[in-house]
C-alpha cells in the first residue's frame, strides 16, 4: 500500500524538472495526480510515463495566472478525480536582469506566475481539503526566499513572498488539519541547468561553491514531497525545508 493511496494530487508546473519528478514520486506512492502546465504535449509524456509505471494520472493545461483558468481547471479536475487532498505550487519563471533594465510587464510576469499563481491555486482548492482533517500544501520556495545574487530582484521578491504567504496559511488552515509547507530547492540537475552542468569549466566553478560538491537529484525532491504530503508529517507546517546541498549554510 502506498502512502498516499486514495489521495488527489494537482501540481503546477509538472510537464518537467521537479514538477515532473514530484508528480511521478507521488503516483508511486498511490495518488491520482492532475499535472497542470501550459504545454499540453509534454504533459501527455508525463502522464504516459506514470501510466507505464502502473500509476494514475491526467493532463490538465492552463495558465495559472489566469484566474479564469484556475478555476476552470478547478472544475475540470474536480469533475474526474472528485476532491482533491494535495496541492503542490511548481510553477515559476525567473528573469535575469538587472533593476534599471526591467520593464514593468517582465516583472508583474515573474510576480504573477511565482506568487500570484500560488494564491489563485490555493484560494480555488483549500476548500477541497476543508472538512476533512486532512490537506497538503506544498509551496516550491527556493533558496532565493532565503538568499539572493545579483539581477534577481523579482524572482527573490516573489519567493519570499511566498514563503510568507506559507507561513500565514499554514496558521490560518491548521485548525482544519491542513499542512502548508515551503520547499526551497538548491541547484538540480534539471533542463534548464544542462547547458551550465554540460560546459566542464563553468560545472567545476559552480560545484565548487556547493558543499556537498554535487548537483541535487531531481529524486530527491520527490522522496521529500512524498514525505510532506504522507500522515507520517502532520506535525510539520509553516516552515521551510532547504534542500539545497548546504548552499545556504556558507
Not at 520593464?103 to 481539503?129: G, I, K, Q, Y
Not at 537529484?217 to 520527490?222: D, S
Amino acid at each position: 500500500m502506498g502512502k498516499l493511496n486514495g489521495r488527489t494530487a494537482v501540481i503546477t508546473g509538472a510537464s518537467k524538472g521537479l514538477g515532473k519528478a514530484m508528480a511521478r514520486a507521488l503516483a508511486a506512492e498511490g495518488a491520482r495526480v492532475a499535472l497542470v502546465s501550459r504545454d499540453a504535449q509534454l504533459l501527455g509524456g508525463v502522464a504516459g510515463e506514470i501510466g507505464a509505471a502502473g500509476g494514475t494520472a491526467s493532463v490538465f493545461p492552463a495558465d495559472v495566472t489566469s484566474e479564469e483558468q484556475v478555476r476552470e481547471l478547478e472544475r475540470a479536475v474536480a469533475a474526474q478525480f472528485g476532491k482533491v487532498n494535495i496541492l503542490i505550487n511548481n510553477a515559476g519563471i525567473n528573469v535575469r536582469k538587472r533593476v534599471t533594465d526591467f520593464s514593468l510587464e517582465e516583472w508583474r510576469r515573474v510576480l504573477d506566475t511565482n506568487l500570484t499563481a500560488a494564491f489563485l491555486m490555493c484560494r480555488s482548492f483549500v476548500p477541497h481539503m476543508t472538512g476533512a482533517g486532512y490537506g497538503r500544501i506544498l509551496n516550491l520556495t527556493s533558496t532565493m526566499s532565503h538568499v539572493s545574487l545579483p539581477e534577481r530582484t523579482a524572482y527573490s521578491a516573489s519567493k519570499a513572498a511566498l514563503l510568507g504567504m506559507t507561513r500565514a496559511l499554514a496558521l490560518e488552515l491548521a485548525a482544519e488539519g491542513i499542512t502548508c509547507n515551503g520547499i526551497s530547492p538548491g541547484p538540480f540537475a534539471t533542463e534548464m541547468n544542462r547547458p551550465l552542468m554540460e560546459n566542464p569549466q563553468l560545472n567545476a566553478q559552480f560545484l565548487a561553491n556547493i558543499p556537498v560538491a554535487r548537483w541535487g537529484r531531481v529524486e530527491e525532491i520527490g522522496h521529500l514531497a512524498v514525505y510532506l504530503c504522507s500522515e507520517e508529517a502532520g506535525f510539520i507546517t509553516g516552515t521551510d525545508i532547504l534542500i539545497d546541498g548546504g548552499w545556504c549554510a556558507r
